[in-house]
Structures are given as C-alpha cells and as structure tokens.
C-alpha cells in the first residue's frame, strides 16, 4: 500500500488548520515482530481520530508510542510540531484512559481526578473547584467521596475520563476504554465521549476494534491491519470508498465476489468475469487500480443488494443473478437472509433487508432474484 | 476407544477411585464435620504450643536456690524482678530490640528494589537469576553462613587481604554489632522479598503508567502509587523480620562472639548454662509478650485488613 491515506492527510492541510500530532514513518519491532510499520499521519487540533483495527494490528503500540511509554523503532513523532522521542511520559500534555482504565483503587474519585493536578503542581487552592468541575462533566458530580470499588463499571469509566482531562492535556488517548463494557453501556458512553470531546475540544486519539464505535464517534478513521495504516480518511468515507478490501469487509458486511479483470476505463469502470458472468463495476482504489486480465474481486455491501420474488421486480438494477435461499436469520431491526447463487458457483451472498415488516418475506428453500447497481460494486485487485 | 481415553483421562479415574474410597471411610452424613477435622491438626499444634507455655509460665515464678539446686515450691515474681532490674538483661533487651528495628528498616529499603526489579523484568532469564540467587542462602542454612562471613571478614579474611592490598591495615570487622547487624540484614533479605514480590506483582503495571502519564515521575509514582499499594507487603514482610531478628540466636551468637548477645542468647545461657530454668522462662515469656506487643502496635497502626486477611476491599 503506498500512501493510501494521503487524500485524506492533503484535505486537512488544505483546511488550514493547526497540526496537533504527526506520525511520520514510525515502525516498531519487537524481537522480529513487526508491531508497526511505517505509519504515517497528521492530526489537525481539535479532531477525534478512531485508530480501528483487529486484535493485534498494532493499534496499542501506535497508542504508547504517541504516550510515550515505548520509543519507537524507528521514525517520529510530533506533537504540537515538536519531536517527542526524548521526551518521557510525564513530560508531555497527555491525558489518557488505558484499556482496563487504571484507576487507583486506594484513592477515591476526586483523589484520582485530583492526582494529576497535584502531580503538575498546580494551585492546591483551585484544586477542589476543578475536581467538582469534571466531575459534573462527566455527569459524576457528589461521587467525589466514593472509592473506586465502590461504584459502576460506567462510573469508573467517567472518572477515568474526568482524571485524564482534568489538567487540560493537548491530547486524550483512548485504549479501547470501552471494549469491557456491555452493549447498551457501551453505546451510551460512546456518545459521551463525543459529547465530552466536542464541549472541551480536545484533540482526541481513541483506539478501537468496534467498528461501529469508529463511526459514530470520529472524525476520522485511521484502519490498521498487520502494523500498517491501511485507509485514513471520515467515517462516511471509509465506510463508502474504502480503499482497499481489508476495510471493505473489516466495516460492514460486504460480499465479495472474484474473478478476472476484462476492461478498465478511463472513467473508473471496470468489468469482472466470472465464469459466463459479466459484472460491472467501480474502481475501488485508483492508486492501485485492477488490470486488465488480472485478478480482482467485487465488493458489494449487504444492504445495497435487493431481493425480490421475480426478476421483472429488479429490472431497474444493472446487476440481476438467481440464488436459493439457503439460511434467514432475523436480527430485530434487520432480516439477513444467505442466498446462494448458481452463477458464481453457489458462493453464498449475504442481504440485508431493512424493514421486514413492510416486505415480503422469504423462506429457506426459496427461489430468489438479487440485484444492485454497478456503482455500488467496487473493484479491488 | 482412544477418542474416549482422551474424553475421560486417567487423571479422573483415579480421582473418582479416591473419592469412592474417601466416601466409604468418610460417609456424606459426616460432611458437616470436615472442616473442623482438617482444622485439627493446627488446634492441636497451637493447643501443644499453650501447654508448653503455660509449663514456662509455672517454671518462671520459681526461683532458684543456688545452694542447693532446687526449684522453691512456692510462686515468687522474684525472676522477674531480676529479669526487669539487673542490667545485664535490660542490656540485652535493648540491644535486640534496637537491632531488630534497624535490620528491619534497612531489609526494606533493601529487599524492595530487588522484589521490584524480579516481578517487573521483561528478561524471564534475569527474573530466573535472582530468584536462584534468592533461594541459593535457604540451601546453605543460617549457621554455615555466619561462620562463612567469618571467614570472610576475619583478620585473614578476604576482605581485610584486598584492604591490606590498597595499604589499609587489617580491621576488625566481626564480633562487634555492625557484624551482627550485617548478617543478619543478609539472613532476613530473601523473607522479606519473598513477601514483599507478592504483593507488588497484585500491582497491575499499568497504574505506574498510568501515573507517569498523569504527570508523575518515578519518585512520585512510587510515593503516591506503588508505596500504597504495596502496603500489605510491607507490613507483612517488616513483622516478619521484626520477629525473626527480634529473636534470632545464631548471627548474635557467631557474629557477635560472645560479647553481643541478644535475648534468646540470653535465654539459652540461663538454661544451659547457669540451669536457672526459672530465670531462663521468665525472659522467654517477657520475649514472648515483647515480639507480641510489637506485632499487635503493627496491626494496630495499620490493620490486620493491610496483610490482605479479611474480604479483599478492593
Ligand atoms: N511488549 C511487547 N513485546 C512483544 N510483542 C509485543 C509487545 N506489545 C505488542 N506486541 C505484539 O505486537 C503486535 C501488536 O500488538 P498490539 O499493539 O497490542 O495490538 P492491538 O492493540 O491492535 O491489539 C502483536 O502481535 C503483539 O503480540
Ligand atoms: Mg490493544
């Protein structure tokens, strides 16, 4: 992958605004292990940027690097246009809260939101005010008093909050400080962050593997996989134009069917040819774009594709092919139904059907027709 | 037939052959008692232990006729008397007392960085080092090792040899206190990380970062963090080597040579020696309830709860 995050990286430079954090080329190693490789990118000040990637991919690592808890390998890091390898923890202006959120438990909440003021020498008067003051931010206000143990796993969850911004940090870092949370908590505190974040500003680095946590609360997404960044761009363009077929199906369930490349157009067209099948489609990555009469693969999302009892219904659509029903799984605001298609060698596709109720319904068994358009359909190599 | 070998191992077998026999000797019904029977051999030991001292607390108000060589029939708190006003005796309390609080100060300081560095190394080969090298003086027992430091700070010893090499003249370096002092610093240093390497390994490695990224340097973040933290340990191993110096007979009695006895040095002339038994129990019981304050002033000043006994707060 050369540079696939580099639209997004130019389009804030265009917008002006000051650069909070530059990771230029940063790898890290670990006896033979690469951890990261060769990642790069700019933070602009004020912005949530999601770190999203699988378990292993290196998010933690890129995380205590920007910390300061590790140096990396090779590479730098700027922060505020400074190089901050030779600079420890404690030096830099970062607030963070760690993934099993390190709270100390011999303190109670306002000791802890209190530890990093006192730990930065500040003002022993003004201390107690700006406790309170967080607190109430994170909707804590009058928990001052309780010890760690004694409250919520979403209380422990704002006070880790509360103590990491508390002394004005340029920076929050984020370690997956929700992944221990149960779903409805989980989404609550998601929205809190971005509520938090927006009200302070602060500029925001937040690692995840929930790839709905990167699209409701970034700015922008940063995709890992393997050590290396793999697309850096907003959350409805990851999710629409991802660039490569990683993040296709690592965000949202996206069906992909290979074959080989017949035609490329100047326009971003492409055909693909599988078996007697012809299906049209985009260019996904125009930096490393398919060659004729090379591999590739379409990429199609679950939700772009329509289902219908007969194939007159779809004749708007660029694409139609006939399937069986072979499994319905209803999941509450969404049917999913695996259709397997006799065109592209019974390779099972997956569809999302959104309003259940409104729609006819289909059973195991069931004859099918699917469609979608050629522009829904992106082309990786 | 494999498939089920593996399904259901031997190990089970075994085990479920035991239980049969357990059930048979030990029937359900009885099941209500077992815990006071496995508590039995421990009631019995301690149960030992408060006759012998209830035949030492008899043995200490007898006094001695010194012409005869008989023990008076009739109670007299006249030992202890003795044990409270003759010199020689507060001389000997005192210095063991004073030379237990400093072995266990400077045992601390010591044992904590050693503890630290076994549970925080990334290198498993240097944990594995300094575990042997902790567990290496266990092996080789108190008594060799003091006659060891013998050797080695006599006045042929190594280290007055290497002195006398830079032109230092020979020093006497055993049977004073500080000798006393050092071998037993040397004695108590493994019990003391040994208990102290428990309680910092319960000390997740992040809450250090943690501090460090809330703007806490390692001075601080072992003030504010890791010192609370690891309070248990502290508390536990300082009583340890409290006591174990408090009491301890060989590193005075090699080390010291004869002329800086400690209490149960003391102890064990009264016996052994002038076979005043009476005298002799009298200042094991006053060592007892010495060892026993100094314990319960620990537990006093920072809780039982501290040694991580009761329900775990945290
Ligand atoms: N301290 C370390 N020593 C050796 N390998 C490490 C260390 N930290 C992380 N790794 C390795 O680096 C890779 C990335 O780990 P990590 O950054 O924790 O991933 P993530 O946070 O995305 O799950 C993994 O293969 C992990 O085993
Ligand atoms: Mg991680």
Redesign the pocket.
């Known amino acids: 992958m050369q540079e696939p995050f580099r639209a997004g990286a130019s389009r804030e430079a265009e917008g002006g605004r000051e650069i909070a954090v530059t990771v230029r080329n940063v790898g890290m190693d ?2 033979g ?1 690469h ?2 490789k060769n990642a790069s990118f700019d933070l602009p000040k004020g912005r949530f940027l999601t770190i999203l ?10 995380l ?1 690097m920007i910390a300061g808890f590790q140096t990396p390998s090779s590479g730098e890091i700027f922060i505020n246009g400074e190089a901050v390898s030779a600079v420890p923890p404690h030096k830099r202006s970062i607030g963070m809260v760690f993934q099993r959120l390190a709270l100390f438990p011999h303190m109670t909440a306002a000791e802890n939101v209190a530890f990093p003021l006192k730990m930065r020498r500040r003002d022993a008067r003004t201390i107690p005010e700006r406790v309170e003051r967080y607190l109430a931010l994170v909707r804590l206000g009058g928990y001052g008093g309780r010890r760690i143990h004694e409250l919520s796993g979403g209380q422990q969850q704002r006070v880790a909050i509360a103590r990491a911004l508390v002394f004005e940090p340029d920076l929050l870092l984020l370690d ?1 400080p929700l992944a221990a949370l149960d779903r409805k908590l989980r989404e609550e505190m998601q929205l809190e962050f971005r509520r938090i974040q927006r009200e302070l500003g602060v500029t925001t680095i937040n ?1 995840t ?1 929930d790839q709905r946590e990167a699209l409701v609360v970034s700015d922008d997404i940063v995709v ?1 996989d393997q ?1 290396e960044i793999q697309q850096k761009a907003r959350p409805i363009h990851t999710y629409r134009q991802p660039r490569n077929a990683f993040v296709a199906n690592f965000i949202g369930v996206t069906n992909f069917i290979a074959g080989t490349v017949r035609s490329v157009s100047e326009g971003g067209d492409v055909s693909i040819l599988r078996g007697a099948l012809t299906l049209a489609g985009k260019i996904g990555d125009p930096v490393n774009p398919p060659a004729e009469g090379g591999k590739a693969s379409g990429a199609i999302r679950a939700e772009q594709i329509r289902l219908a009892g007969d194939a007159a219904q779809l004749s708007k659509l660029d694409c139609v092919l006939a399937g069986t029903v072979i499994d319905t799984i209803f999941e509450g605001e969404r049917m999913v139904y695996e259709v397997a298609c006799a065109a592209i060698g019974d390779e099972v596709i997956r569809v999302f059907d959104h309003d259940p109720a409104a729609h006819k319904q289909f059973d195991i068994g069931e004859s099918v027709f699917l469609g979608w358009n050629a522009r829904d359909m992106l082309v990786f190599r | 037939m494999r498939a089920a070998r593996t399904a259901y191992p031997l190990k089970w077998r075994i085990m479920d052959a035991l239980e049969g026999i357990a059930a048979a000797i030990w029937p359900a019904r009885f099941r209500r008692a077992t815990p006071y029977l496995m508590l039995l051999p421990a009631v019995l030991l301690v149960g030992l232990l408060v006759l012998g001292l209830i035949q030492i607390a008899d043995a200490s108000l007898r006094t001695l006729d010194t012409t005869t060589f008989q023990f008076s029939d009739d109670y007299s708190i006249a030992n202890f008397r003795r044990a409270l006003t003759e010199p020689l005796f507060l001389v000997v309390a005192q210095r063991s007392l004073v030379a237990a609080l400093i072995v266990t100060a400077v045992t601390l300081v010591f044992a904590f960085p050693y503890a630290y560095l076994m549970v925080r190394t ?1 290198s498993p080969r240097l944990r594995k080092f300094l575990l042997i090298a902790l567990f290496l003086p266990f092996f080789i027992g108190q008594v060799v090792r003091a006659y060891g430091w013998l050797i080695i700070l006599g006045n042929q010893g190594m280290v007055n040899e290497a002195l006398g090499l830079i032109g230092v003249a020979p020093m006497r370096l055993i049977y004073n206190y500080p000798a006393v002092l050092f071998g037993l610093v040397q004695y108590m240093l493994p019990f003391a990380v040994l208990m102290l390497a428990p309680a910092l390994t319960a000390i997740p490695e992040e809450l250090e970062a943690a501090a460090g990224s809330l703007g806490a340097n390692w001075v601080r973040t072992f003030i504010h963090v890791v010192l609370p933290l690891a309070r248990p340990g502290f508390i536990g191993a300082g009583v340890v080597v409290l006591t174990l110096s408090l009491t301890d007979f060989a590193v005075p009695a090699i080390l010291g040579g004869g002329s800086q006895d400690f209490i149960a040095n003391a102890i064990y002339d009264q016996f052994f020696r002038t076979s005043d038994q009476g005298l002799g129990a009298t200042l094991a019981l006053m060592l007892v309830a010495l060892g026993s304050i100094l314990v319960g002033l620990v537990f006093a000043l920072f809780g039982a709860g501290t040694l991580a006994m009761g329900r775990s707060r945290a």
């Open positions: 670990f006896d292990i951890a990261v990637g699988p378990s292993g991919s290196g998010k933690t690592t890129l205590r997956e690692v593997h890992m050590g | 990334r």
